[in-house]
Nanobody, 115 residues
Framework: QVQLVESGGGLVQPGGSLRLSCAAT????????MSWHREPPGKGRELVAR???????TYVDSVKGRFTIYKDNAKNTVYLQMNNLKPDDTAVYYC?????????WGQGMQVTVSS
C-alpha cells in the first residue's frame, strides 16, 4: 500500500520560511517523479514544483527564486524549502508521486502566511 505522509506545514509570518516534507512508502521512490501542488482558498490546484527521477527540477514562475524542491532517495523523502513566504502562498499543499500510469497523492496540509 502506497502512502505519502506530509509534514512541516503551519502558520508563518510574511518573509518567513518553512520546509515541507513528504515521506513515501510502498513504492520504488527513486523511479518516481515527485512534485508539490497547492490549492489556495477558492481556487484550483496548481503545480508548484517538480523533481524528476534524475533530479531535474522545475517551478511555477511565482515561486522561482524562493522555493527549492529536493529529495533524498535513501530516505524516500521529497522536500520543499519555502523562503520569503508571501500571503499569496497560503494554500493546502499536496505531495504527488507519478511513474508511468501510477499516480498517488498525499493527504494535504495547510500552509498559512499571515501576520
Amino acid at each position: 500500500q502506497v502512502q505519502l505522509v506530509e509534514s512541516g506545514g503551519g502558520l508563518v509570518q510574511p518573509g518567513g520560511s518553512l520546509r515541507l516534507s513528504c515521506a513515501a512508502t510502498g513504492l520504488v521512490f527513486s523511479r518516481y517523479t515527485m512534485s508539490w501542488h497547492r490549492e489556495p482558498p477558492g481556487k484550483g490546484r496548481e503545480l508548484v514544483a517538480r523533481i524528476s527521477s534524475t533530479g531535474t527540477s522545475t517551478y511555477v514562475d511565482s515561486v522561482k527564486g524562493r522555493f527549492t524542491i529536493y529529495k533524498d532517495n535513501a530516505k524516500n523523502t521529497v522536500y520543499l524549502q519555502m523562503n520569503n513566504l508571501k500571503p499569496d502562498d497560503t494554500a493546502v499543499y499536496y505531495c504527488y508521486a507519478n511513474f508511468n500510469f501510477l499516480r498517488y497523492w498525499g493527504q494535504g496540509m495547510q500552509v498559512t502566511v499571515s501576520s
